[in-house]
């Protein structure tokens, strides 16, 4: 399991998991599934948690089904979910692994006094629960 | 032919078929036939009692509906249902 995540989709996360501490983040990445998954594109989405978004979050079901046709419509596959942990590391909670979906990429992004500090992607196995899968970092192509 | 958006988690159990087509006229013939096509959904999509899982949610169009609460919704050939997992976490 390898998940490949260029320089400027990392970013995008990162800096979306600072403006909103000390609060979680929340989003969606599409891109190409295969054995080893390439990051694409990213789409920060609004954390729907009511109540204390400091240790939840949740994304808008409609929110969602945009996702899906979007992936539909670009040719590209929804790989997955990143949200931040303010203040705690980057491995997921017991309450992650509950709600968890099958087949997902789950990146979760450790804020650290407001600064991003750590990324790392988990995926559920057979037995739901969470394998690390390891993150290769590619740089910005430019032409 | 109305259209099952199908979840990209669930691709898995369906051949990796981004969506399905079926001729029924309402939503509960559809989710059955969308089950019998794919026989490997149903754990994932139904509860024990047969109604779909507390955690997907239906739409058709932007409207959520609900088979289990509405009783029988007819869709139509324009029809696109949409198949909704609850993502959430801490």
């Known amino acids: ?143 | 032919m109305a259209k099952v958006i199908i979840p990209t988690p669930l691709r898995k159990y369906t051949n990796q078929h981004r969506t399905f087509d079926t001729q029924a006229d309402n939503l509960s013939d559809a989710l059955q036939a969308f089950v019998d096509e794919y026989p490997d959904v149903e754990e994932n999509l139904l509860d024990d009692n047969g109604n779909i899982r507390s955690y997907i949610k239906l739409y058709i169009g932007d409207e959520k509906v609900s088979p289990n609460e509405n009783g029988t919704i007819a869709i139509d050939n324009d029809t696109e249902v949409s198949i909704v997992p609850a993502i959430a976490g801490g």
């Open chain 1, 1 to 143: 399991m390898k998940l490949i995540l260029n320089e400027s989709s990392h970013k995008t996360m990162r800096n979306h998991a600072q403006a909103d501490y000390p609060n979680e983040c929340c989003g969606f990445f599409y891109g190409d599934a295969g054995d080893r998954r390439i990051v694409q594109e990213v789409q920060p989405v609004h954390n729907a948690k009511e109540g204390d978004q400091r240790r939840r979050f949740q994304i808008d079901p409609k929110d969602y089904q945009k996702a899906e046709k979007y992936a539909l419509e670009h040719g590209i596959d929804l790989l997955g979910v990143y949200h931040s942990h303010p203040d705690h590391p980057a491995e997921p909670s017991e309450h992650d692994r509950k709600v968890a979906m099958p087949w997902f990429s789950y990146i979760i992004i450790s804020v650290q006094d407001g600064k991003a500090e750590v990324t790392r992607s988990w995926r559920l196995n057979e037995q739901r629960q969470f394998e690390e899968e390891s993150i290769e970092q590619t740089e910005i192509r430019r032409t």
